[in-house]
């Protein structure tokens, strides 16, 4: 058929509309990427609701946590009202509640009401935590404390002991578990010495870190300077100074809203997403030590690194942010035995002002004490204590326990109370920001599994993979086997089968295989642990075999 120029030109023009439009092939929105998921675990150990009001008010405005304020939290654990931090850090990073000194492992008493019996042979069994979880999943991992960092919290979220006094076997898991950011105190416990806390087995991990690429820091300035994957930051022997104390004492150590910051740079680069766990460590030694000063000048400095934590949330949009602390310490109240009638006209200056004199913590304060306590006088003003009393002079120059006396001076002053030198089993706040914000009254446990699902694996799934009882696993094979004592700071598991020797050493991530005069040291994403009666390793180490 022939078509004029005039139709020709209609068609061509009509052709060309119509390629435009697609009636074969329908719109299709492009698959939204599914961003990985974060999370960031704040601990302010040992700190009771009582010392956060007393330390908003000392501040004089609102603090980070007031704006994520959402619940409270059930502290006590599986035999006692009154917890400890290590069993507190195991409910929070395991989902188990657990007994006192206990790090990562389950109870043997059983006896708070509610908490699920186990099977008399599961007492002291390893359980994974969510760090060991993030890590399977491909996440980047970090660790921080103001404490040594082998210290009962940040053991609780990285380690498997029976005993939190285990700094050899906690310092050592944490090097094997092979996370990426790392910051504290505790260096003495990384290496042989003479001190309290030095290796005493021998070895030497600042090489095993060195070995596996760490870019270890000691100060806040080469912290800042680092631009690793993997950091190391050991800023003291043992734990760091208080934030009050820090720029008169020991400057080069970063603070802690700064380790914090630091570790998020970091850890955000993994495209896998990251875990971060955070504790503000000393609020509870200066609620042991009744010193408001401490409590309050290492409250507010975790009120910063939760700032940095949930600036980051709210920027990123993935992550889960929760601050809390593991139990309460102290009984502090703003009222004590003296208080009169007439509290009910006791201004908010009666309480704060006496504690603003004071520009160090007890610790620091007496840090410059002389020991003939000559210079008492000046070492009082340091700690608030200005135009000291006679009584009261002649109290401190007599005190066979200084620190005693200037604390409860301090707090009589500034109307305190305190019930106690120990932990108290109060209910405490619950701080949660993001994704699946936790609220309500809950349990210490249900936040382990809230950013397990969060993070997306089962803990209970994650136990049977990582912690296989060894002599039933290796007997089932058809392999002999005995714990090993030569070394008994470092026992090992071996197994025999045939011409086939297994070696497993304790608190590392690495089985030696060995057959005739071959010899291979295999390396796993997975520790050994050893916990006084068993030797448990991983699914992955039993692949091993096939």
Do not use: C
């Amino acid at each position: 058929m022939k078509y004029s120029k005039k139709w020709r030109s209609l068609l061509l023009a009509s052709a060309i509309a119509l390629s435009s439009i697609s009636f074969a092939q329908p719109q299709v929105q492009a698959a939204q990427v599914k961003k990985p998921t974060n999370v960031i675990m704040l601990v302010m150990d040992g700190s009771s609701n009582n010392a956060v009001t007393l330390s908003r008010w000392y501040k004089g405005q609102s603090l980070a946590m007031d704006e994520i304020l959402s619940g409270a939290v059930r502290t006590y654990s599986a035999d006692s009202a009154i917890t400890d931090s290590a069993p507190a850090a195991t409910a929070l990073a395991t989902g188990h509640k657990s007994n006192n000194k206990f790090v990562g492992v389950l109870p043997s008493v059983i006896n708070s009401p509610g908490v699920e019996q186990i099977a008399k042979e599961d007492a002291y069994r390893p359980v994974a935590n969510v760090l060991e979880g993030a890590k399977q999943q491909g996440k980047a991992t970090g660790l921080i404390a103001t404490s040594e960092i082998q210290h009962a919290t940040p053991a609780g979220f990285s380690a498997h002991v029976r005993h939190r006094s285990r700094y050899d076997d906690i310092a050592e898991q944490q090097v094997y578990q092979n996370i990426d950011v790392v910051l504290g105190g505790g260096f003495e416990s990384l290496a042989p010495g003479t001190t309290k806390n030095a290796r005493k087995d021998g070895e030497n991990l600042v090489d095993v870190l060195k070995k596996e690429n760490y870019d270890i820091v000691k100060t806040r300035d080469e912290l800042f300077k680092s631009n690793a994957s993997k950091i190391w930051g050991s800023f003291a022997p043992g734990a760091l100074a208080y934030d009050l104390d820090r720029a008169q004492t020991r400057a080069s150590e970063p603070t802690l809203a700064e380790m914090t910051s630091k570790a998020i740079e970091t850890l955000k680069k993994n495209d896998n997403g990251f875990f971060l766990f955070v504790e503000g460590s000393k609020v509870d030694w200066a609620a042991h030590a009744n010193d408001p000063i401490g409590m309050i000048s290492d409250i507010l400095s975790f009120d910063a690194a939760v700032k940095k934590a949930v600036d980051f949330a709210k920027e990123d949009g993935h992550t889960m942010v929760i601050a809390v602390t593991d139990h309460g310490n102290s009984g502090i109240s703003m009222g004590n035995a003296n208080t009169t009638s007439t509290y009910p006209n006791t201004p908010v200056s009666a309480y704060i002002d006496p504690l603003k004199k004071a520009k160090m913590t007890i610790e620091g304060a007496l840090s410059h004490l002389k020991e003939d306590k000559s210079n008492i006088v000046e070492v009082a003003a340091l700690y608030g204590l200005d135009n000291l009393s006679a009584d009261e002079f002649a109290t401190l120059q007599l005190a066979t326990d200084t620190e005693e006396e200037m604390v409860k001076m301090l707090a009589n002053r500034a109307n305190l109370g305190f019930t106690t030198g120990g932990h108290t089993g109060d209910d405490v706040f619950l701080y949660s920001f993001g994704p699946s914000k936790i609220t309500g009254l809950v349990e210490n446990t249900d936040l382990a599994y809230a950013m397990a699902k969060f993070m997306g694996f089962d803990l209970k799934k994650l136990t049977d993979d990582l912690y296989i009882p060894a002599t039933k696993a290796f007997t089932d094979k058809g392999y002999t086997s005995k714990i090993d004592f030569t070394n008994k700071e470092n026992p090992k598991f071996i197994a025999q089968k045939n011409k086939v020797t297994i070696t497993i050493p304790v608190n590392k991530n690495i089985v030696i295989y060995e057959q005739g005069k071959t010899v291979k040291t295999h390396t796993f994403d997975t520790i050994n642990v050893y916990n006084g009666t068993e030797f448990y390793v991983s699914k992955k180490v039993l692949s091993m075999l096939k």
